[in-house]
């Protein structure tokens, strides 16, 4: 069993960094936990969206 996290700035960029990855690997996925953490930098806001992937390599 493994693991592969990923962490994009925005939602789209995770959406894509998670869809390339399954496209690409030949694996059973056993589950996917998603979060997003919201900070503030003086008035701005700063979203990190994240998602970590587990499964079992095929090959």
Do not use: P, R, W
Not at 23 to 52: H, P, R, W
């Amino acid at each position: 069993m493994k693991v592969k996290v990923f962490d994009e700035n925005h939602e789209k960029d995770l959406e894509e960094s998670v869809n390339n990855f399954l496209s690409s690997t030949n694996c059973d996925i056993i589950d996917i936990k998603y979060q997003v953490a919201i900070s503030l930098f003086g008035e701005e806001q700063i979203y990190c969206f994240s998602a970590m992937i587990i499964y079992i390599n095929k090959e």
